[in-house]
């Protein structure tokens, strides 16, 4: 393969992604309202030694510093989400005009350095106050939601390059009301079903009031869309593989991007939805501009153990002797490639940007330098993936690092480093790893240049 064939579209866009829970810190300063996370870091045991966002990268006291660097990446685009309750501290009535402030900086400096503008209206960080009011399970929490996107658009849309209504809803549904592992951190599957529902309901409605303000903004949604394969080659894991996709995957998608919920689900689980459903699955499927996919790791599955469990009745195997990642997570960028071509075909998508990908490595400072070759590796493996996939005519349009640096990785703490950059949370030191470099080098090219 010649160097010339591994280049990018010349329009393709590059960028480095975040979220605000996990970098601001500032947790109660100017103004900001509690948050889910908030409860949930210092009330439970729910997160690694104790760790909290209250500090984090303080990126709310740093924004300048890390505009800079991301500028000095030569990346096109930043991609970040605003905390709800910073602008709204209750997640309704009033602006906090802090808060305000602090995200038309943040957007004007992106733009004073011609970085595009991503923003992310949800990435988990529900105000306790909405929370304390039943949370995605009360209809009147997607009203809200709606108006804070409105609010954001209002304010910001003037100068916002694409807006996204929710970051991996699974991961605010499933994983947070079922797992357990995310605030609030509930086992419970009628709440979440309530949960996914109201989640989609405030995505359409979001949408429609951002349109009547701000017609042409760019609109889309991130998912996380697991990329499903069978354990073994019988027929029992096949089938529990499908169920596992219909559950984790076609909650999300088919009322998205089809208007309806997957008929096995409604089969199955139909009369444990909230009552009332089929009339707003209209306002939920809502024209999009774009969709996100953040991809990071295949999954593995086979029937449940006992077969007697709530559909989908399937479980992860773990694979012995794979690569992984110090997440433990397996690395297979074959399976970015194949989850693309897959949905594609089964839904009718609009463009998509790969919104987030990376890998956890927790490489040291040795002499003032971090070698982490294995994210560098990482990166290569899933950016020639990003090759394959256009060159497959799939409407493929960027794709964003995750992250710009070390932050607070939810239930892992400060456990996890997926930045290209290091920080030092002890003196907020801020250190360019070699993946941090190759990806510079990297925007430089626009092209693979090592050997495929
Ligand atoms: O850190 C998270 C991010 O907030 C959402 N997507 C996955 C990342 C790594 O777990």
């Not at 000095?72 to 009535?93: C, K, M, N, Q």
């Not at 209809?139 to 807006?163: C, N, P």
């Not at 869309?225 to 088919?254: E, T, Y």
């Not at 089969?267 to 444990?272: I, K, V």
Request: proline share 5%; glycine share 8%; with cysteine.
């Amino acid at each position: 393969m010649s160097d010339n064939s591994r280049a990018y579209p010349a329009d393709f866009t590059f960028g480095v992604a975040t979220a605000a829970y996990q970098i601001e810190g500032a947790a109660s300063e100017d103004g900001r309202g509690p948050s889910i996370w908030d409860t949930f870091s210092h009330n439970t045991k729910g997160v690694l030694n104790g760790d909290t966002g209250d500090v984090a990268c303080d990126h709310y006291h740093r924004w300048e510093d890390d505009l800079d660097l991301i500028a000095s990446l030569g990346v096109d685009a930043y991609r970040f989400s605003i905390s709800w309750s910073r602008l709204l501290p209750t997640g309704e009535g009033a602006l906090n005009q802090a808060g305000v402030n602090f995200y038309n900086q943040l957007i004007d400096g992106c733009k004073a350095r011609n970085l595009k503008v991503f923003v992310t209206l949800y990435h988990w960080d529900l105000p306790q106050a909405l929370a304390d009011n039943g949370g995605w399970a009360h209809r009147s929490t997607a009203e809200h939601f709606a108006y804070y996107a409105k609010t954001v658009a209002e304010l910001y849309g003037d100068r916002i390059d694409t807006l996204c209504t929710f970051n991996e809803p699974w991961c605010s549904s499933i994983l947070s009301h079922l797992y357990g592992v995310h605030a609030p951190g509930n086992t419970d599957l009628d709440l979440t079903l309530a949960v996914i529902h109201g989640q989609h309901r405030a995505h359409g409605l979001a949408v429609q009031a951002v349109r009547t303000v701000m017609p042409d903004l760019p609109l889309g949604i991130v998912l996380n869309c697991q990329a499903i394969r069978p354990a073994s080659d019988s027929q029992q894991a096949k089938d529990a593989a499908q169920r596992h996709d219909r559950f984790h995957n076609g909650l999300f998608l088919d009322p998205l991007f089809k208007g309806h919920y997957p008929p096995e689900i409604v089969q199955h689980l139909g009369n444990r939805l909230p009552d009332g459903w089929q009339d707003d699955m209209e306002s939920i499927h809502q024209p999009l501009d774009y969709w996100g996919l953040n991809y990071y790791t295949p999954e593995y599955i086979t029937d449940s153990e006992t077969g007697d469990e709530p559909y989908p009745n399937a479980q992860r195997v773990e694979r012995q002797n794979v690569q992984r990642t110090d997440i433990g997570w397996e690395i297979d960028a074959s399976a970015l490639t194949e989850l693309m071509v897959n949905l594609y075909n089964r839904y009718p998508l609009p463009p998509c940007y790969i919104t987030e990908n990376g890998a956890a490595y927790n490489h040291g400072l040795v002499d003032g330098e971090i070698d982490d070759q294995p994210r560098v590796d990482y990166l290569e493996a899933h950016l020639q993936a990003v090759l394959d996939i256009v060159a497959k005519d799939i409407a493929l349009l960027g794709y964003f690092s995750w992250s710009l640096m070390d932050n607070f990785e939810w239930a892992e703490g400060y456990s996890m480093r997926f930045g290209l950059i290091h920080v030092d949370y002890q003196t907020q030191k801020r250190t360019f790893k070699k993946s941090a470099y190759w990806y510079q080098n990297l925007m430089s090219h626009r092209a693979l240049t090592s050997p495929g």
